[in-house]
């Protein structure tokens, strides 16, 4: 019995531990807001929803399913991002369109 114990508590803080590891860095969000300025930083699977981050510099950054519902995008660079799985429901895209719900890894725009 105390061995499954043991097993169960070394299983529960390695699930505890690695879920921490494939999350975004908290630091990287403050920055990001602070200066605007988080180029090859790491927000995967970020929060992001209806922030203003107009103009910021996002070159190279680990953005994978991180959520930009309704974010304010314009003129951001994401030049190199990783944008896997990126939600961007109704964020105003770095060209200042609008992107369609059901917005995964790229803007969809509105058909005319």
């Given at each position: ?18 879920w921490n ?70 964020a105003v ?20």
């Amino acid at each position: 019995m105390k061995r499954w114990l043991s097993i169960f508590w070394v299983g529960t803080i390695v699930a505890i531990v690695g879920w921490n590891l494939f999350a975004y860095d908290q630091a990287s969000i403050d920055r990001l807001l602070r200066t605007r300025q988080c180029p090859r930083c790491d927000l995967y699977r970020a929060n992001l929803n209806r922030l203003d981050l107009s103009g910021a510099n996002l070159r190279e950054a680990k953005l994978a399913y991180a959520t930009f519902r309704e974010a304010t995008l314009y003129g951001a660079d994401l030049t190199g991002a990783d944008l896997r799985g990126t939600v961007f429901d109704g964020a105003v895209w770095i060209d200042g369109t609008i992107c369609q719900f059901g917005s995964s890894g790229i803007c969809r725009q509105k058909e005319n």
